[in-house]
């Protein structure tokens, strides 16, 4: 989803190395976020992100949804990436790839299985780019000193704008960024700095006549934008669906949902540049699957401390466990699977009035189904 208003990062006040070497330039700059774990990085200035304009028409049309944080003065925060650091002179973005060899959503068919979005597998990416942009950092002052700030996806940024004008990759119709060598299985992090280095040029959109993310999402999320161009319209994400969301998912929605219980990645898995073939797969340790598709059974029977303990520190605790339990309902009434009917009347007897809700149409759709 599109990242949260809330910014984080961290300030360097010392800004104070004991000597100061010549000859930092992009190109170093690339390679120490090589040495760093990335697998891309680019530069870009610090002007005002031409894309607020369309970002600014895209919420102002409610395609947002609930998303406050990208609707209130947060979101105004998002044309002016100097408003985070002063004296701001040029912006690195980098790109880590989480991407495992697990197969794809549209290629793994079991019924009975939840779907956990492939970002969410691991250790949470907030955590594990912070401290590496954090590194990079520090590589970069024993070059020369300077001021810095590490932000990932809670920053007030229009970060696939910036990564795309720092030549990153392209922003797709699926409104992800992809990059020709990589697909678009990466994360993004941001070090805002006031060095100053020459930027790098955007690169080609290169999704041509390919309209298949289009024609895949379930829900039809992805709609035709103003200027010729694609857009996301929240309100009809599985993604913000079964992340962002809280409380009752409009009944017209959940058919649609599936099997999904956090996140989606249909959109991706189609796309001809994340080809399993060419697509680049993560060495990261720490982004390989604690729970790949798990069974929807165990799932709905998680206490809350188990929930808890198996999803610390992993971005499937956005959810709340009322959420991933109202999640896991709606996914058991849609896999059609009538040994889902006892663990489902345990979950419409919940003290949790929505949880239960969903619980009872996920029982009629499977009386429905019989």
């Known amino acids: 989803m599109t990242s949260n208003g809330k910014a984080s990062g961290k300030m360097n006040t010392t800004c104070r190395t004991k000597g100061e070497r010549s000859g930092l330039s992009s190109s170093v700059v690339r390679d120490l976020a090589l040495e760093s774990g990335f697998a891309l990085a680019g530069v870009s200035g610090p002007e005002s992100v031409s894309d607020f304009t369309r970002f600014h028409s895209w919420r102002t049309r409610g395609l947002a949804g609930g998303m406050g944080y990208l609707t209130d003065h947060r979101g105004d925060l998002r044309q002016e990436p100097g408003n985070l650091l002063e004296g701001l002179r040029s912006i690195i973005s980098a790109g880590m790839v989480y991407n495992g060899p697990e197969p794809y959503s549209t290629e793994f068919a079991a019924d009975d299985l939840a779907w956990i979005s492939r970002y969410a597998w691991g250790e949470d990416y907030h955590v594990v780019l912070r401290k590496r942009l954090e590194e990079l950092a520090a590589k970069l002052l024993t070059y020369r000193d300077f001021q810095w700030r590490a932000c990932v996806d809670t920053a007030p940024l229009l970060e696939r704008s910036l990564a795309r004008r720092a030549g990153l990759g392209w922003i797709g119709k699926n409104t992800c960024l992809i990059h020709e060598r990589v697909g678009s299985w990466f994360f993004l992090g941001e070090l805002l700095t006031t060095l100053d280095l020459a930027p790098d040029a955007p690169v080609p959109d290169r999704c041509g006549t390919c309209s298949r993310c289009i024609e895949a999402c379930p829900t039809q999320a992805i709609i035709p934008a103003p200027g010729g ?6 309100r009809l994400c ?128 499977l009386s429905r189904s019989r």
């Not at 409380?247 to 999904?260: C, F, K, N, Q, Y």
């Open 229 to 234: 161009r694609y857009e996301l319209d929240s």
């Open 238 to 365: 599985i993604s913000y669906f079964t992340i962002e969301h809280r409380g009752t998912v409009p009944e017209d929605i959940r058919p649609g949902l599936g099997r999904h219980v956090f996140g989606c990645d249909i959109c991706q898995d189609v796309c001809p540049w994340n080809s399993p073939r060419r697509a680049a797969v993560t060495q990261e340790e720490v982004f390989a699957p604690r729970e790949f598709a798990p069974p929807l059974g165990r799932m709905a029977a998680l206490t809350a401390e188990e929930f808890r303990n198996i999803f610390r520190s992993t971005p499937v605790s956005r959810a709340k466990y009322s959420g991933f339990l109202r999640n896991v309902a709606i996914a058991m009434g849609n896999s059609g699977c009538g040994d889902f009917e006892v663990p489902l009347r345990k979950l419409a007897a919940a003290e949790d009035a929505v949880v239960a809700e969903h619980a009872l149409w996920a029982l009629t759709q």
